[in-house]
DNA sequence: TCAAAAGTGTTATCCTTACACCCATGT
DNA sequence: ACATGGGTGTAAGGATAACACTTTTGA
């Protein structure tokens, strides 16, 4: 039967995500271990969203705006000193990235995990591949390579972005990770990522798959973007965050033909050729509408 | 600061959702007031699955097979007898039932939830409307009526089976089923639904969301199916997960051209007409792909 | 013979993908 | 002049929605 106490801790986490400078980043509150905004559920917190919030603005001094439930974990070996038992309940948040703030504390997404931008040569991937086939060989050896194939997209596959937990769990269990048990060193972090404090790095992976799931289906872009913007901005946005570049006709085809924006009547102050209309994001869809957002049309 | 002791208990509860009698049903442990199954998290219990795993066995004698997390709750006033507050972490789980078991402790979902059964003739909602009209009325009644038209498909919009927790905390809101604060009696328990333990019916609202949603894009429908079936009774499944007709051609096209399933060649012991070919699911198919399901072809 | 369910063929439409091209600005 | 990014038209292909029809059984 059940022991005495099996009283457990309960941690809030957040992934809060901005886009800088071409990259989605999360915020963290230390380096060397990286960690994120996190702290217990507190018995004065009157939900958990309201605790995460206390916690990301004590840590951070940041206001939280848009913020989604994750995922619940407690497995592993997750009692970390030997004593009580933790669970973590996470959180996804989304802020716009204010340029003149800069972004120290901001850590890029494909500096975590390198593999994941496709808008680059794929340089990460090239090196792990023949690491996952190696893997692959090891053992279990047709599973183990239709997994590979299925999360990388290799072997002609099409890549998933939304895969991006199943391929961080590929890597950890091939020991490709730093934090990995059978962590099997030669790689440089350039490619493996860096080690962040317990398992906060499979929770960044989490809302990274998360994120990317949403954005195909809900609005939820507009969260990361300034007040008013071009649709040349946005697009890159949604490309950061994807990680792959898209079709500029077909993007602004869905944006404008969901009715997702309208014009400001203001043009951009340029930054390379010709000047751009500046557009806001009708808030009022938010109630209009349930279904529809930002479809990822694909390819470049 | 902290006071001293913020410890919590943790609570597994289980959706647990099979189909019978062409009607989705969830596992219950008591009547008056219908429960579902539950119980602490243990120290030992490895991970809060194989705690939750252990629950069910216990409480029903069911061994579970498909199992994913669904969300943690701990709001509201959640400190129910006083004393430590308690998070649910709720898990939604598949299975067969065997028709020949019978489903004695398997409530219908259209019993909790009368009025997302479109497949009828919406008797329910069609109560419901001008309750819900009415409340529009009482208050800030733009906004609660578009949000009242959105989830419910008022005014020409369409019907989202998905949206049944957003639908359910409307009619919470509007203190349109027994367990709202604001209930205001005068609707029978057939338009209503019944009252369950704590907000065990809210938890199983959002497992209805979450397996309406996930049908259309993933091939789950089949852990509710028995080892060989009929197209026919395949698609009656998933017309009684949505609660929606759907089209018999589109719907046979779909699976068929996705490979999702392999003739037997066996025939059904037929129950009205002509009899039918048997098939089965191609359990390879998880393995090879990760995207893809079964899309609800719309309309009758 | 009829009801009931299985099973098939075909068409219209829309959405996605992709190609090709023009426009306005700074250097 | 040309590089750079903004902005548009349109056609090919595939997926979806819908219509109408035939087949095989049991009562």
């Not at 915020?27 to 702290?39: E, Q």
């Not at 690491?131 to 072997?155: I, K, N, P, Q, S």
């Not at 309208?262 to 806001?280: I, V």
């Amino acid at each position: 039967m059940a022991r005495k106490l099996d009283a457990v801790r309960t941690e809030l986490v957040a992934v809060v995500v901005g886009v800088y400078d071409g990259a989605p980043r999360v915020l963290t509150t230390s380096a060397a271990p990286l960690r994120l905004p996190a702290g217990p559920l507190r018995d004065d917190h009157r939900t958990m969203q309201a605790g995460l919030r206390n916690w990301v603005e004590d840590q951070a001094g940041l206001r939280l705006g848009y913020v989604e439930q994750l995922y619940t974990f407690a497995d592993h070996d997750r009692a970390r000193d030997g004593s009580e038992r933790m669970i973590s309940v996470t959180y996804l948040a989304l802020t716009w990235l204010d340029p003149r703030a800069g972004a120290s504390g901001w850590v890029s997404w494909y500096e975590l995990f390198p593999w994941e931008d496709r808008r680059d040569d794929g340089a990460a991937l090239a090196v792990l591949e023949p690491e996952l086939r190696a893997w692959a060989r090891e053992e279990d050896t047709e599973r183990r390579a239709t997994r590979c194939a299925v999360t990388f997209g290799l072997d002609g596959r099409d890549w998933l972005p939304e895969m991006a937990p199943q391929r961080y769990e590929v890597l950890f269990e091939a020991g490709l990770v730093p934090e990995s048990p059978d962590w099997r060193d030669g790689l440089p972090r350039e490619i493996t990522g860096p080690w962040m404090l317990h398992d906060h790095r499979r929770i960044v992976a989490t809302g990274v798959g998360r994120l990317r799931a949403k954005i195909q289906y809900r609005p939820v872009v507009f969260e990361l973007m300034p007040p008013t913007f071009t649709l040349g901005q946005l697009q890159s946005c949604v490309e950061a965050i994807a990680g792959q570049h898209l079709h500029k006709q077909n993007f602004r085809r869905l944006v404008e033909q969901q009715h997702l924006v309208e014009e400001t009547g203001e043009m951009a102050a340029e930054t390379g050729g010709r000047p751009a209309r500046l557009f806001r994001f009708r808030r009022e869809i938010l109630d209009e509408r349930a279904a529809g957002g930002t479809k990822l049309p694909r390819g470049r």
